[in-house]
Structure formats: structure tokens, C-alpha cells
């Protein structure tokens, strides 16, 4: 197994009723999905990460900048969604927040350091979004909460500046020296059924069944060749973020597994892991 740098990465789904204070009825149609988050939970906790790096859509969002929170600690919770008594605090790892900036700055990949405290009225940060604690709520009941993160959001870019950007990550945690494990977080297609929330297409489907296959066989030229007519026409909010792990991973023979897709409510989720083949064969090097 990969000693340092990202040792596993992983695609989570985040809908806030797989938490079940929010849930409660609703968190039976999506029992494939909480079970599969558990044992994605556990695939992480096998292989020791010094630190979990979460990539979330719903971060703020420029088009060609990348936005990593610096707030210490970083904490959030679900009042959003009429919860506010789930609450999560986690140690932000600020020196490899720093080195990623400075690996991505050799690249020509900008960043920008967010604070609660930065940015206009409207893309102020209140908290951890649901992108990060939907995932961290599942693999910190196995990790636990002392294990620290680093936050980022993505952008807009070019595919192969995505892509260079997951390679800039896996170098700033083999400088320092880390134990990665990189967390895409990112629904799939929001527009599967009549009902759905960004309206109906019978593309969305279509993305969905091409980016788990292309997964399931780790075919990063297919992932990195979708069309960006079927990207739009499917809705999603996962593909940047897959891009960016799959450079991270960049020169090992990758395995992965499916631990299970479904769509209900007009939504994709899947939840995936994958990383270098030894982290698939037992015991955590």
C-alpha cells in the first residue's frame, strides 16, 4: 500500500436525509446508500489516514479559482435542514492546506483562502456545507473526529487542469509526509425522473450508468472523455470533484470497488472507493 500521499479516494453521495434526525421516513428508500456509506466509512478507517481532504460542490464556487477554508476549527451542522442540534467540529489541517496551495500555484492552478470572515455578503461561509458533513458524518463515526481535515471547493476549469490539480494534492501529502484519503463529494445526475429536482432528461440516466461503469473498470480516459453536453443535460454536481481524485491517483494501477447506486427522489447517488490495488488487499501497510 502507498505509504504517503492520497492512499484512497472515494465518490460519496450527500443528501442530508441520510442523516436520521432528517431522514426519519424518508431514510428507508435510500437503505442501499446508508449501508454502502458505512462500509465506505470503514474502507477509509482501514487504511489509517493522518488526515481526510473533502472536495465539495457546494464549497463556494468560482469558475476558475479554488476555494480552501482556513477557519480553525471547522465546524457546521444541519440546522439547514431543522437540525441544529447535530454538530460536528474538526481540526483543519492548515499545513497541507498551505502546501496544496503552493504545489497547485506550480502549476498554474489559483486558490483562495476562505474564511467565515471573507468574501461578499453572498458567498459568505456559515459552516461546513452539507457536502462535507454528509460524508465526515459517516467516516468520523469510524475515524473519529480528531482525524483532520482540509476543505476545498471546486471550479470551472479545464479537465486536465482538474486533473493536474488532484496531482498537486497526492504531491503536497507525499511533502508532508501524510497519509491522504481524498473524498469527492458529489451527487450524480439530479434529473432522472418526471418529479426531479432540476426537471426531467432522459440523458441523466445516461451519465449516471457511463461514469459507475467507467468507475467499475477504472477507465479514466472515459471519465475524462464524457461529453459536455451529456454533463450538462445530466444535471450533476460530481464530476469535477471525481476528476480531480483520479489525479491524485495518477500513475498506480487503481482498483475500485461499487458499493452501490440508486436513484431515488430523481437523484443519483453513488458511492464508490477506489485507489492503488494494495489498499484492496488486506492489512493497511
Do not use: W
Not at 35 to 43: S, T, V
Not at 196 to 209: M, N, T, V
Amino acid at each position: 500500500m502507498r505509504q504517503r500521499g492520497v492512499v484512497l479516494c472515494a465518490l460519496t453521495p450527500h443528501p442530508p436525509l441520510l442523516i436520521p434526525e432528517i431522514g426519519k421516513r424518508d431514510i428507508s428508500t435510500v437503505k442501499a446508500t446508508k449501508e454502502a456509506m458505512g462500509k465506505l466509512a470503514y474502507r477509509v478507517s482501514r487504511v489509517k489516514p493522518d488526515v481526510i481532504i473533502v472536495i465539495s460542490p457546494h464549497a463556494p464556487l468560482f469558475h476558475d479559482v479554488i476555494a480552501v477554508l482556513v477557519d480553525q476549527p471547522l465546524t457546521g451542522d444541519f440546522s439547514g435542514f431543522g437540525v441544529p442540534g447535530a454538530k460536528y467540529s474538526f481540526k483543519n489541517d492548515l499545513e497541507l492546506a498551505h502546501v496544496i496551495m503552493d504545489e497547485a500555484n506550480e502549476i498554474g492552478v489559483r486558490m483562495y483562502e476562505f474564511d467565515s470572515k471573507s468574501g461578499d455578503r453572498h458567498r459568505r461561509l456559515h459552516g461546513l456545507d452539507h457536502g462535507v458533513l454528509v460524508p465526515m458524518h459517516f467516516i468520523s463515526e469510524e475515524v473519529g473526529q480528531d482525524v483532520p481535515i482540509v476543505v476545498m471547493g471546486t471550479a470551472l476549469l479545464p479537465r486536465d487542469e482538474l486533473y493536474a490539480f488532484g496531482q498537486a494534492i497526492d504531491k503536497a501529502a507525499r511533502r508532508l509526509e501524510r497519509r491522504a484519503v481524498l473524498v469527492a463529494s458529489g451527487d450524480l445526475s439530479h434529473r432522472l425522473t418526471r418529479d426531479a429536482p432540476a426537471g426531467y432528461s432522459a440523458r441523466g440516466r445516461e451519465f449516471d450508468e457511463k461514469l459507475i461503469e467507467f468507475l467499475r473498470d477504472m477507465d479514466v480516459q472515459g471519465i475524462l472523455s464524457l461529453d459536455d453536453s451529456l454533463l450538462d443535460e445530466a444535471g450533476e454536481c460530481g464530476y469535477h470533484p471525481v476528476v480531480t481524485a483520479l489525479g491524485a491517483l495518477s500513475g498506480d494501477d487503481v482498483r475500485s470497488e461499487v458499493l452501490s447506486y440508486e436513484g431515488p427522489f430523481g437523484v443519483g447517488y453513488g458511492c464508490v472507493v477506489f485507489g492503488p490495488k494494495t489498499a484492496f488487499e488486506g492489512g493497511c501497510g
